[in-house]
């Protein structure tokens, strides 16, 4: 069902996807979707978070190398077809639909930037991350670059995880 739901998002965009369709191309019933999530909100960003969990393992020895294998997956999330204009599909409806945005914030945003603030805080403990650096800041700078990238009509090239990081590092390290 959720990889139904992926595809009908990506193809129609949150306003075209429906439950009716979702449930013909699952090979379910309507009754099956709604038992497990309460409407089509629920079941996009339940979807997207799926996405989300499939990326790859944060690798790597210390806080800079795991900063940037992390960033790594974001890429590729980012980059698999139609990732961005999934993400732009839940921007849109954000004044129609905003339990959509509000259920994409806690599902797929809080958890990127919980995951990002938690590397930080484990160079902080491993004393590679200054005790006073902006880690909010960082996480912004560093998630936001991306969006920037793409907005700016600019390729996010495999190189661009190591170049943020790069840019970041040095405001918060020793």
Not at 91 to 105: C, D, G, H, K, V
């Amino acid at each position: 069902m959720l990889a139904a739901a992926l595809v009908h998002l990506a193809r129609d965009g949150y306003a075209g996807m429906s439950i009716d369709g979702i449930a013909a191309d699952a090979g379910v019933g309507k009754p099956s979707i709604y038992r497990r999530w309460s409407g089509k909100a629920d079941l996009a960003t339940a979807a997207l978070s799926k996405l989300q969990a499939e990326e790859p393992r944060v690798v790597g020895n210390g806080a800079r190398a795991r900063l940037v294998s992390h960033l790594r997956g974001f890429r590729a999330s980012l980059l698999r077809p139609n990732g961005m204009a999934m993400l732009g599909a839940v921007l849109a409806e954000e004044s129609r639909t905003p339990e959509l945005m509000a259920l994409f914030r806690e599902r797929i945003l809080a958890r990127r930037r919980r995951l990002l603030h938690d590397l930080l805080a484990e160079g902080i403990a491993s004393g590679e991350i200054r005790r006073d650096a902006d880690v909010d800041a960082a996480v912004n700078a560093l998630v936001g670059s991306f969006y920037a990238r793409y907005l700016a009509g600019q390729p996010i090239g495999p190189d661009w995880p190591e170049r943020v990081v790069s840019l970041v590092w040095p405001s918060l390290s020793r």
